[in-house]
C-alpha cells in the first residue's frame, strides 16, 4: 500500500460523513438568500461564524476576499439564477495579501515564469479602503438585482469580532 494523501484522508471523509449532506433546496438555492465574499484564509470558518449551516448561503473564498471579475460573475448566477438577495463582504485582519505588493512580486513571477501574469494579485494595504473599493464595484455592476444590498465587514482576527465598514 502506497502512501495517502491528504486529499486521500479527505475524500474518505466525505464519505464516512455523506449522511450529513443537506441540499440548499430546489436547484441549491441557499436558504438564507445571501451570497459572501471572504478571504480564503483557513483560520476563518465562515459557516460557523454567522452560525450558518450547509445550504443557508453562498460562500465564495478566494485570496483576500477581493471583487474579481470572477466573483462579479459569481454573485450574478447567485442572484440571477439561485435567488440571493443580499450580499456580504468579509476582509481580516492579517491577511496575507497586505504583507506583498504587486509592483515587486509581478515582475518577479513574470522573470521566473518567462510570460505575463494574466491577472493582477490585488495586494491591498488598508481593508477598509478595499473594501470601499469593493463596495463601488458591486454597486456599480448593473447585471446584480440587490447591489444596493450589500454590507461590508472586518474581521479582527486576534479579538474574533466583526467591524462593520461603511
Known amino acids: 500500500m502506497g502512501i495517502v494523501s491528504v486529499i486521500d484522508e479527505m475524500v474518505s471523509s466525505s ?5 450529513a449532506y443537506t441540499t440548499a433546496g ?6 438564507k438568500g ?17 452560525g450558518l449551516p450547509t445550504g443557508d448561503a453562498h460562500i465564495i473564498r478566494n485570496a483576500g476576499g477581493i471583487v474579481t471579475d470572477d466573483v462579479l460573475r459569481s ?4 442572484q440571477r439564477l439561485l435567488g440571493t438577495r443580499e450580499i456580504l463582504l468579509l476582509h481580516h ?3 496575507g495579501l497586505m504583507r ?3 509592483s515587486q512580486l509581478v515582475p518577479q513571477l513574470e522573470r ?7 491577472f493582477t494579485l490585488g495586494a491591498f494595504t488598508d481593508l477598509d ?7 463601488a464595484l458591486i454597486r456599480s455592476f448593473r447585471f446584480l438585482v440587490a447591489r444596493n444590498s450589500v454590507r461590508a465587514f472586518v474581521y479582527d482576527v486576534s479579538e474574533a469580532s466583526l467591524r462593520e465598514v461603511v
Open 112 to 118: 521566473e515564469a518567462g510570460s505575463k501574469l494574466p
Open 93 to 95: 485582519t492579517d491577511c
Open 34 to 50: 445571501v451570497a459572501i465574499v471572504a478571504c480564503m484564509d483557513a483560520r476563518i470558518n465562515v459557516e460557523s461564524m454567522f
Open 75 to 78: 454573485l450574478l448566477i447567485s
Open 100 to 102: 506583498f505588493n504587486d
Open 26 to 31: 430546489e436547484h441549491g438555492r441557499p436558504a
Open 15 to 19: 464519505r464516512v460523513h455523506a449522511w
Open 129 to 135: 479602503e478595499d473594501l470601499r473599493r469593493s463596495l
